[in-house]
């Protein structure tokens, strides 16, 4: 059964007030305070441009599909979602190929809403594994626990040093012949 987890490092501690002075907690409470302003829609994730939601997961099915079929495929058994927002990639794309989907998300109504949409249908529901409700900066999967782990358009939201921790312990995670995708927008 699916339950939202609150680790309890998530719950801010006396010494955090401390801490919340200097930029680096401020660029991670800047976010969290931008993203509890945001509706939990489509048109919320992708700032406006919920229309593109269709062929952004086209483009990923047929990723993943070449990925699933390739010579080293990892297993379909459990994939990680993170910065899952209101599950659209879970409910639309991993659920599809996965026993077994988790999900990360910060923000505690995107995490609810992620839930009431990957539990719509009887398939879904039995598919849906554990929501996370933390930051990425903060979370570490299991060891050697998924098939796939997906990230789309959140790193950005992390800071170069938690970056790069953040990937350590991705790597860590992962299964043998598990796959990290990462999906970002870049400009140059
Ligand atoms: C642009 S939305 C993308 C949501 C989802 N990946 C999608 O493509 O539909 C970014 C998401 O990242 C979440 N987020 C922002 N900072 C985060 C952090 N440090 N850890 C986990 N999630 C975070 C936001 O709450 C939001 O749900």
Redesign the pocket.
């Given at each position: 059964m699916s339950e939202i987890k609150v680790p309890e490092t998530d719950i801010p501690k006396m010494e955090d007030k401390e801490t919340n002075q200097n930029s680096e907690s401020t660029f991670?409470t800047d976010?969290?305070e931008y993203?509890s302003n945001i509706p939990a829609t489509l048109d919320g994730?992708?700032?406006g441009f919920g229309y593109i939601s269709s062929l952004d997961l086209n483009f990923s099915e047929r990723y993943l599909r070449d990925i699933l079929k390739s010579s080293q495929a990892p297993q379909k058994l459990r994939a990680l979602?993170?910065?899952?927002?209101?599950g659209?990639?879970s409910k639309n794309l991993l659920m599809k190929h996965f026993e077994t989907v988790d999900l990360?998300?910060?923000?505690t109504k995107?995490s609810e809403q992620a839930k009431v949409n990957c539990t719509g249908s009887e398939e879904s529901a039995k598919r849906l594994g554990t929501i996370f409700n933390i930051?990425?900066?903060k979370f570490t999967p299991e060891p050697k626990s998924y098939d796939l782990i997906w990230s789309?358009?959140?790193l950005g939201?992390?800071t170069d040093e938690d970056l790069l921790q953040f990937f350590q312990r991705i790597k860590l995670g992962l299964k043998e012949n598990g796959v990290f995708k990462m999906k970002q927008i870049s400009s140059a």
């Amino acid at each position: 059964m699916s339950e939202i987890k609150v680790p309890e490092t998530d719950i801010p501690k006396m010494e955090d007030k401390e801490t919340n002075q200097n930029s680096e907690s401020t660029f991670y409470t800047d976010a969290k305070e931008y993203w509890s302003n945001i509706p939990a829609t489509l048109d919320g994730m992708l700032g406006g441009f919920g229309y593109i939601s269709s062929l952004d997961l086209n483009f990923s099915e047929r990723y993943l599909r070449d990925i699933l079929k390739s010579s080293q495929a990892p297993q379909k058994l459990r994939a990680l979602d993170c910065g899952a927002g209101i599950g659209r990639i879970s409910k639309n794309l991993l659920m599809k190929h996965f026993e077994t989907v988790d999900l990360v998300e910060q923000d505690t109504k995107f995490s609810e809403q992620a839930k009431v949409n990957c539990t719509g249908s009887e398939e879904s529901a039995k598919r849906l594994g554990t929501i996370f409700n933390i930051g990425l900066q903060k979370f570490t999967p299991e060891p050697k626990s998924y098939d796939l782990i997906w990230s789309q358009w959140v790193l950005g939201h992390l800071t170069d040093e938690d970056l790069l921790q953040f990937f350590q312990r991705i790597k860590l995670g992962l299964k043998e012949n598990g796959v990290f995708k990462m999906k970002q927008i870049s400009s140059a």
